[in-house]
């Protein structure tokens, strides 16, 4: 599927799994695009921040990501880098239990949703497992999560999603740069 140009920015509101708001700008760069943003929120009486720096290659595999997050427990950094293949080291150190994965997946961002769909070629009916680096918001734990999106519609805005890790499917709904409109339960564009 080609998708549009993406927009300079894009910004969700958070609502139902949290309270809270998410801003991102997006820049194409040489040989992929810069994803740059933040998202502050209220979860379960506690609240965050997560700032995050991740870089796509032209395929929207992930090759770096910089995240860090602060709470009231404090501040922490964590550093993930992959070769594109699903090779990842974070923090510097080899993560195998990563291998074969990717994308990351931020537990704070609906934006991280936009990656696997910008690599998939997928029709109708179809269904990709796309397993993903994901990074707890609270406290920057990284761990393996198995994901699965089925494209729904002939337009490709469209997306069934599983995850069975937190018994979640849901309709995830795209605009047509491949930017979630609607993750239900989780965010819903803003702008």
Not at 2 to 22: C, M
Not at 95 to 110: R, W
Not at 166 to 178: H, K, P, Q, T
């Amino acid at each position: 599927m080609a998708w549009a140009a993406l927009p300079e920015t894009a910004a969700w509101t958070h609502r139902e799994a949290r309270s809270g708001f998410e801003v991102a700008w997006l820049a194409k760069t040489d040989g992929g695009t810069q994803l740059t943003g933040c998202t502050t929120a209220i979860e379960d009486g506690r609240t965050w921040a997560v700032d995050y720096e991740i870089r796509v290659d032209d395929s929207w595999c992930t090759r770096r990501a910089r995240v860090r997050g602060r709470s009231a427990s404090g501040e922490r950094t964590v550093v993930l880098t992959t070769d594109g293949h699903g090779r990842w080291r974070v923090d510097g150190e080899p993560a195998p239990q990563l291998d074969g994965c990717l994308d990351i997946d931020l537990e704070s961002s609906a934006m991280t949703n936009a990656l696997p769909v910008h690599r998939f070629a997928l029709r109708p009916g179809d269904r990709a497992d796309s397993p993903a680096a994901y990074v707890r918001a609270s406290d920057l734990t990284v761990q393996r999560l198995e994901q699965e999106y089925v494209r729904v519609d002939a337009s490709g805005l469209s997306y069934d999603y599983t995850s069975r890790a937190f018994d979640f499917s849901c309709r995830l709904v795209y605009d047509d740069a491949g930017l979630a409109l609607e993750y239900p339960g989780i965010a819903v564009r803003f702008a």
